[in-house]
C-alpha cells in the first residue's frame, strides 16, 4: 500500500461514510419531531401521493356527514310539522263530528264551524312556514331534496327525499267545511284522507332519517378506515424510528471517530524522515 500525503484516500472515504451517516440522522430526526415516516415527496413518492388522495377523500367523506346531518335535520323538522298537522286534523275531526249533531242549530254549529276554519289557516301557516336552508318542506314548493352523501360523482352518492305538501288544498280541507251538518258528515270523509296523507308523509321523513342515519354510519366507518390506511403510510412508527435514530447516532458518532484518526495516517510519513 502507498504511503501518500497530498491525497488521503481513507479521510474520503469517511468522510464520505459520515456524510450519509449524517443524512440518515437528519431523517430520523425530521420523522421522530414530526411524527410523519412521509415528509416530503423524496420520502417516498408514490405512498405520498397514495395518502394525499386518501385525506382529501377523508376531508369530503366529513364533508358528507355533515350533509347528511342537515337532511337528518330536515327530515326531523318536516316530521314535527307534519305532527302538528296531525294534531291540528284529528281537531278537526272532533268539531266536524260535532257539527254533524242534528240538535244544532245555525248559531251553535257556527262555534265549532269557527275554530275548524282558524285550524285550516293554522294548518297553511305552518306549511308556510316549515323551512329548511331557506327551502320549504310541507307547502309544495319543494318537491324533493337531492342530499350528497358520497365521495364521488356517481348515483349512489346522491339521495332524494320526496317532500309531499300538506297544506290545506292538498289534504282536501278547506274553511266552511262544516258549516251545515250535511257538509259536516262530508267534512269527516276528507279528514280520513288528509289524515292518510300526513302519514303517508310522515312515513317518508321516518325511513328517510333512517336511511340516512344509516348512510352516516357507512361513511363513518369509510373515513375511520381511510384514516387508519392513510395512518399506515404516512405516520411514523416511533418504535422502529428509534431504534434506526439510535443506530445512525452511533454510526455518526462512530464516523467522526474514524474520520479524526484517517486525518492523522499522512502524518505517518513523517516518521520516514527522521
Request: glycine residues 8%; charged residues 10%; aromatic residues 2%.
Given at each position: 500500500m502507498s504511503l501518500?500525503?497530498?491525497?488521503?484516500?481513507?479521510?474520503?472515504?469517511?468522510?464520505?461514510?459520515l456524510a450519509t451517516s449524517n443524512d440518515q440522522l437528519k431523517t430520523s430526526v425530521q420523522r421522530l419531531s414530526s411524527g410523519f415516516r412521509v415528509n416530503s415527496s423524496a420520502d417516498d413518492a408514490a405512498g405520498l401521493a397514495r395518502a394525499d388522495l386518501l385525506k382529501?377523500?377523508?376531508?369530503?367523506?366529513?364533508?358528507?356527514?355533515?350533509?347528511a346531518n342537515d337532511a337528518v335535520s330536515a327530515m326531523e323538522i318536516s316530521d314535527k310539522a307534519a305532527e302538528q298537522v296531525t294534531n291540528l286534523v284529528?281537531?278537526?275531526?272532533?268539531?266536524?263530528?260535532?257539527?254533524?249533531?242534528?240538535?244544532?242549530?245555525?248559531t251553535n254549529r257556527a262555534y265549532y264551524s269557527d275554530e275548524y276554519d282558524k285550524l285550516v289557516s293554522e294548518i297553511n301557516r305552518i306549511a308556510g312556514v316549515t323551512e329548511f336552508g331557506g327551502f320549504k318542506l310541507?307547502?309544495?314548493?319543494?318537491?324533493?331534496?337531492?342530499?350528497y352523501i358520497g365521495f364521488k360523482n356517481t348515483a349512489n352518492d346522491k339521495l332524494s327525499v320526496t317532500l309531499n305538501?300538506?297544506?290545506?288544498?292538498?289534504?282536501?280541507?278547506?274553511?266552511?267545511?262544516?258549516?251545515s251538518m250535511t257538509a259536516a258528515l262530508n267534512a269527516l270523509a276528507?279528514?280520513?284522507?288528509?289524515?292518510?296523507?300526513?302519514?303517508?308523509?310522515?312515513?317518508?321523513?321516518?325511513?328517510?332519517?333512517?336511511?340516512?342515519?344509516?348512510?352516516m354510519n357507512n361513511l363513518q366507518v369509510t373515513y375511520t378506515n381511510y384514516q387508519a390506511a392513510e395512518s399506515r403510510i404516512r405516520d411514523a412508527d416511533f418504535a422502529?424510528?428509534?431504534?434506526v435514530y439510535t443506530k445512525n447516532q452511533i454510526m455518526v458518532q462512530a464516523g467522526t471517530s474514524v474520520l479524526a484518526q484517517a486525518n492523522t495516517l499522512p502524518q505517518n510519513a513523517l516518521s520516514l524522515l527522521r
Open positions: 501518500v500525503i497530498n491525497t488521503n484516500v481513507s479521510a474520503l472515504i469517511a468522510q464520505q461514510n382529501s377523500q377523508s376531508r369530503i367523506i366529513q364533508a358528507s356527514i355533515r350533509n284529528t281537531r278537526m275531526g272532533e268539531l266536524a263530528a260535532s257539527a254533524a249533531q242534528g240538535t244544532l242549530d245555525a310541507i307547502d309544495g314548493s319543494t318537491a324533493a331534496l337531492t342530499m305538501a300538506l297544506t290545506t288544498g292538498t289534504l282536501g280541507l278547506a274553511a266552511g267545511d262544516i258549516a276528507s279528514i280520513s284522507g288528509a289524515l292518510n296523507t300526513v302519514n303517508a308523509a310522515r312515513a317518508i321523513y321516518g325511513a328517510s332519517t333512517n336511511r340516512l342515519s344509516t348512510a422502529f424510528e428509534t431504534a
